[in-house]
């Protein structure tokens, strides 16, 4: 009965570390609601696009009488804005961003008018959406499983090493192989497909979440090679577990992949997928 529960207590801990990270992710949609005239207006912009189409920006707005537009450019560049018009679909105001090479970025802002009065939707602040290629469901979903599995079992096993009488050892040997499948194996494949890059983080470039996953791993080797003989190695196991949770409550996708569009530009590449080296380090 114990173990059920602290099995339990240990998905609650894991999947409310899971949310928090990728509600605090910089490819989280931006949310919220705005008041233009007698209309109260909510809005949901994204943050990430996959594949090689343009991104449809849609703002859901009955009154006829608004009207809306989009201003763009590419991130990190000294482009000149474009401003597009957005246009009525039924009830729905639409406007496609131009789809860009993988780690492109493109920054924009959407405005509604009414008469006289203009406002944007998010203020003064930039909304930066990432594009990438499309990560096959039989990589993405087993990566996420083993990712996910690999912070339960950590979490677990922490629990289990505060158990004076419990061995987490079997544990450890869990959390090192999911670890491994799941962020060194099938990581670098979702990057691949995403991004079309194996590796960016330490020592070719600073991706968070590669070097995170570096991270984590390293703790979970020590602890697992601190446990050998069968020794239960307890701080060891509650430091490793302690140093993976830390790593993962760090927002997902921080400092990741980034298309150098100077060094595009200066390549004669315009609108072509990058290699490596086009991306910002």
């Known amino acids: ?66 009207s809306g537009e989009v201003k763009y450019k590419r991130y990190k560049t000294d ?19 131009p789809g860009q090479p993988a780690a492109g970025k493109l920054q924009y802002l959407v405005y509604l008018s009414h008469n006289d009065s203009t406002i944007s939707l998010t203020g003064d602040n930039l909304v930066v959406i990432r594009f990438k290629g499309v990560v096959p469901l039989f ?21 289990e090493a505060l158990r004076p009488s419990k061995n987490p050892r079997k544990m ?12 060194m ?25 590669d070097n995170k996953t570096l991270i984590a791993l390293i703790g979970w080797i020590v602890a697992l090679i601190a446990g050998r003989g069968g020794k239960p190695a307890r701080g060891w196991v509650i430091a490793a577990s302690v140093i993976l949770m830390a790593v993962y409550l760090i927002p997902h996708s921080m400092f990741g992949s980034e ?5 595009m530009d200066s390549q004669h590449q315009t609108f072509m997928a990058p290699d490596s080296t086009n991306l910002v380090k």
């Open 1 to 66: 009965m114990k173990s059920t529960l602290f099995w339990i207590l240990a998905f609650f801990i894991t999947i409310t570390a899971a949310i928090y990270q990728r509600m605090t992710g910089p490819t989280y949609p931006v949310r919220g609601t705005v008041q233009l005239a007698d209309s109260q207006i909510k809005f949901r912009l994204k943050r990430s696009h996959g594949g090689e189409t343009d991104h449809r920006i849609s703002i859901m707005v009955a009154d006829t009488a608004i």
């Open 79 to 97: 482009d000149d804005w474009t401003t597009i018009p957005m246009q009525r679909e039924d009830n729905v105001l639409v406007a496609d961003l």
């Open 139 to 159: 990589v993405l979903i087993p990566h996420i499983f083993f990712m996910f599995g690999a912070m339960l079992v950590s979490t677990r096993a922490a629990i």
């Open 172 to 183: 450890v040997l869990w959390t090192v192989g999911l670890l491994i499948i799941g962020g």
């Open 185 to 209: 194996i099938l990581g670098p494949a979702v990057q691949h497909f995403a991004f079309d890059a194996w590796w960016t983080g330490f020592p070719f470039g600073t991706d968070l979440t």
């Open 259 to 263: 298309l150098d569009y100077t060094k």
